[in-house]
């Protein structure tokens, strides 16, 4: 099917490649259906469109790319809402957010990632734990001090 | 909205298996104890909040902001 978008005109996309996030996301409720849009060509940046909204779209990343050391542990309710199991293939992404003209001060919220099942292509964004991580993690330092940690291990 | 008034120690049921206790009131601060199951999720509304507005400033990000896959230190060395 076709998808027009404000950010990346119109784009061609498999009905099976549509995330569904039957609750929305945390404070859009509205919005439940979004395409995975990859940002460039071995890039850990990849937009989150929506299906139904042709203007909205966020950034999300790999957060493993950036903070080796990233732990996610759901609670028993994502575990359950997302229908996961020990085998079943998880997609982890975390929201960015770069204020306009600033790349390097680029933030990751850390705090609720969006995790997605593999299988059934039902996505969820859950919160962990306050005590770790919060909202706003400067990601260059993160990167910084995860690099760091690896090399002293090593 | 129901109001309800508690001492320390009294609390509220909500439903059979979620009790909310009053433990401690200390100036402007209150201490509340709460009892669910697991899969019923706590959390203070401004993390709520929080998220939301880091939603929707993420939303806002512009892609040409975004650095580009070969400005990546991991990629550079590759």
């Given at each position: 099917?076709?998808?027009?978008?404000?950010?990346?005109?119109?784009?061609?996309?498999e009905?099976?490649?549509?995330?569904?996030?039957?609750?929305?996301?945390?404070?859009?409720p509205?919005?439940?259906?979004?395409?995975?849009?990859?940002?460039g060509?071995?890039?850990?940046?990849?937009?989150?469109?929506?299906?139904?909204?042709?203007?909205?779209?966020?950034?999300?990343?790999?957060?493993?790319?950036?903070?080796?050391?990233?732990?996610?542990?759901?609670?028993?309710?994502?575990?359950?809402?997302?229908?996961?199991?020990?085998q079943?293939?998880k997609?982890?992404y975390?929201?960015?957010?770069?204020?306009?003209?600033?790349p390097?001060?680029?933030?990751a919220?850390?705090?609720?990632?969006?995790?997605?099942?593999?299988?059934?292509?039902?996505?969820?964004?859950?919160?962990?734990?306050?005590?770790?991580?919060?909202?706003?993690?400067?990601?260059?330092?993160?990167?910084?001090?995860?690099?760091?940690q690896?090399?002293?291990?090593? | 909205?129901?109001?309800?008034?508690?001492?320390?120690?009294?609390?509220?049921?909500?439903?059979?298996?979620?009790?909310?206790?009053?433990?401690?009131?200390?100036?402007?601060?209150?201490?509340?104890?709460?009892?669910?199951?697991?899969?019923?999720?706590?959390?203070?509304?401004?993390?709520?909040?929080?998220?939301?507005?880091?939603?929707?400033?993420?939303?806002?990000?512009?892609?040409?902001?975004?650095?580009?896959?070969?400005?990546?230190?991991?990629?550079r060395?590759?």
């Amino acid at each position: 099917m076709e998808l027009s978008t404000t950010r990346f005109g119109t784009i061609e996309v498999e009905e099976e490649d549509i995330l569904t996030f039957p609750e929305g996301l945390i404070g859009l409720p509205l919005l439940k259906r979004f395409v995975l849009i990859q940002h460039g060509e071995g890039s850990p940046f990849r937009w989150l469109q929506s299906v139904e909204e042709p203007g909205f779209a966020l950034l999300l990343a790999d957060p493993w790319w950036f903070v080796g050391d990233y732990q996610v542990s759901l609670s028993d309710q994502d575990v359950a809402s997302l229908g996961l199991e020990e085998q079943t293939p998880k997609w982890v992404y975390v929201t960015i957010t770069i204020p306009p003209g600033k790349p390097h001060a680029m933030t990751a919220n850390l705090l609720a990632p969006l995790v997605i099942n593999g299988l059934t292509r039902q996505g969820r964004q859950v919160i962990l734990d306050e005590e770790c991580y919060h909202t706003r993690h400067p990601l260059l330092s993160e990167m910084w001090r995860s690099l760091q940690q690896t090399q002293a291990a090593g | 909205m129901l109001v309800l008034t508690r001492k320390v120690n009294q609390s509220i049921m909500i439903g059979d298996d979620i009790e909310i206790i009053v433990l401690e009131v200390r100036g402007e601060q209150v201490r509340i104890g709460i009892k669910a199951p697991r899969v019923v999720p706590v959390h203070r509304r401004e993390i709520y909040e929080a998220i939301m507005k880091e939603n929707l400033l993420a939303a806002q990000t512009r892609p040409e902001d975004v650095p580009p896959a070969d400005s990546d230190p991991e990629a550079r060395s590759a």
